[in-house]
């Protein structure tokens, strides 16, 4: 049997117990925006063309986030998409009909996606002691067949930043393209002195997300390129629509997601990401401190994320306690300071622990 | 420079001069669902369970509509990703390294995007006069390598459904899978006698798009399929969430799609859906006849879409008039009657072209 016809609705959960995504609550201008947007959709520009010129307008705004002048890309689904689209792109422009892809094991698991998908082999390399890409190792595992190398600006597990200039050196000697992702640490490393951007590195491609910590609404991602030839590679012909040539990966598209991107980046490009950066990293560092001094092991945040060693049963009963956690795959509580969390929700947090601590001292 | 800080925001069009779209405006509840549930992934299914709740519900809705008692599948970006996904699947699930897929020339140009990422063979065979896929021209392009035959239920220039039975049978034949491609047709197709659905015919996977007639806000694609075995095709781990494997080709996803198709869904099926058919195919009719009578050749609208041969000049004129208006492959002016265009607007077009005739004339 089937819901059908029901008209009972379960309200979404609130944010306050999040504590394991890299999405957040869209900032209210983005809200407003993918609210009045709804009905538009950019895959279809002469049908929509408001929301055919905010999109240019966004990857514009985001060329001036990763320090590009004049970029070219689109506003894609999340960084899964830009992800499969950049190693398509490089396997597209590449003679070798037996293509790989090369980057750290501490690749999001869209490049195990784009694998698949796209029938490449990907070659992992491992990471240095502070789960950084060890070029060395990279290099070793690039070829002739080599089509890409890929680069992290904020890894998911650790939010460390790849040695972005060092490996696109390597890809360049290898005659590959370089591609960075950025899906979540695009907005955070502009108030750092990383090396992560198309200033700092000759880069092909880059994921960078507005709906991560770009505070759009889902879905909006970012996929930006150096140049059209890029795009080029990834356009099919387009009858029907009166548009010629479509390279996104999706067709019908959301123009919520491009509309509330255009109002996320109005409204707080730079100041108002730097705050957020600013407040997630004191968070970060505090709940670091306050875990170490209750004897966990922490992995010391660059950035505003927290890796904990915490036995498995505690992880257990604090998602039984209602938070929603994530672990690293060496089984590590991860912890995002995304906008929507607090210095209460993590002390509420931290009080779960305690009593955690001392029922099992009673025990 | 850029628009960075610009606060101005063109509005977006009015639906009253869309005659080229296949999307529409969302329902009035799949609306107020869409902007209540924007803040949640359905990628995530642990940390946004209420929403990945909705979804499991909306795959078993969408399985009255098309007669599947017990279907799986999940709610996609629209059509362009479930088409992809089915080529994926029997890609992944097939013996052979140089897969085929056989369809008609009518494919929605996404079976081309499909080809082109998945690295399989489009074959694409003609159409008889009525502009159905030709069972016997497809049942020539197989061979032992064809992984895939797919049949269309509402093609995208003229509304046709092909002979889905016989491709079918065809397809056994082969020992190939069959999928049927009802991204826009599936929420006109019910209310009549066409053979198209999981009871009519032996299908692995279907297309069918909330987002088109099922007047769900976008994005909200539907992939149905009859098996697991194909979801666990798609499948790649991931680390990173609690929970385990992803068969979607994005990552992060719209809770706001998920929710406006539980709610249009909720609202409409099956007496709204039928309503709506009932007054778009009272429109082509109509609207077919008033272009036969002023002397243009039209194809016959078997569903509530309108193909017109006019001269390029005069569809310049309109589009310049205002008009959204797309051609067919061959030209031709297409109309399609999704639930926003109504006897008031038609009525304006046919004075625009009145216009446009007389004005010719005293030249």
Redesign the interface.
């Known amino acids: 049997m089937?819901?059908?016809?029901?008209?009972a609705?379960?309200?979404?959960?609130s944010?306050e117990r999040?504590l394991?995504?890299?999405?957040?609550?869209?900032h209210p201008a983005a809200?407003e925006?993918?609210?009045?947007?709804?009905?538009?959709?950019p895959g279809?520009p002469?049908?929509?063309?408001?929301?055919a010129?905010?999109e240019r307008?966004v990857v514009?705004?985001l060329?001036?986030v990763v320090d590009h002048q004049d970029p070219t890309g689109y506003v894609a689904?999340?960084?899964?998409?830009a992800n499969?689209q950049a190693v398509?792109a490089a396997r597209?422009l590449a003679a070798t009909d037996d293509p790989n892809v090369v980057g750290p094991e501490s690749l999001h698991?869209?490049f195990?996606?784009a694998a698949?998908?796209?029938?490449v082999d990907l070659r992992l390399a491992p990471v240095d002691e502070d789960y950084r890409a060890d070029v060395d190792a990279i290099a070793d595992r690039i070829d002739d067949d080599t089509v890409l190398v890929v680069g992290i600006a904020g890894t998911?597990?650790y939010g460390r930043v790849d040695p972005i200039p060092a490996l696109s050196d390597v890809a360049r000697d290898a005659d590959a393209r370089f591609h960075v992702d950025a899906a979540w640490g695009g907005f955070a490393l502009p108030f750092t002195d990383e090396q992560w951007n198309f200033a700092h590195a000759d880069i092909d491609t880059m994921t960078i997300?507005p709906?991560k910590l770009g505070q759009a609404?889902?879905?909006a991602?970012g996929f930006i390129a150096t140049d059209e030839r890029t795009l080029d590679a990834l356009a099919?012909?387009?009858?029907?629509?009166?548009s010629t040539g479509?390279a996104t990966?999706?067709?019908?598209?959301?123009?919520?997601?491009v509309?509330s991107a255009?109002?996320a980046?109005?409204a707080q490009?730079p100041d108002g990401y730097r705050e957020n950066y600013e407040t997630g990293m004191n968070l970060a560092t505090w709940f670091a401190e306050e875990m170490r001094v209750r004897g966990y092991d922490v992995v010391s945040p660059h950035h505003p994320i927290v890796a904990v060693d915490i036995p498995t049963g505690d992880f257990e009963a604090l998602?039984e306690a209602g938070w929603?956690?994530?672990?690293?795959?060496a089984g590590e509580l991860?912890v995002v300071m995304m906008p929507h969390v607090t210095r209460d929700s993590l002390a509420g947090f931290l009080a779960d622990v305690d009593d955690l601590a001392s029922s099992g001292e009673e025990r």
């Open positions: 089937t819901a059908l016809g029901s008209a609705r379960p309200e979404p959960q944010f999040v394991s995504s890299m999405c957040t609550e869209p809200r925006a993918a609210t009045h947007f709804l009905a538009t959709n279809d002469d049908t929509y063309p408001a929301v010129a905010l307008e514009s705004m060329g001036d689904t999340g960084g899964t998409e499969i398509r597209n698991f869209s195990q996606k698949d998908v796209l029938d998911t597990e997300d709906h609404a889902i879905p991602g099919v012909d387009t009858p029907y629509l009166e479509q990966l999706t067709g019908t598209r959301s123009g919520a997601g509309a255009h109002a980046l109005s490009w998602t929603r956690l994530a672990r690293t795959s991860r």
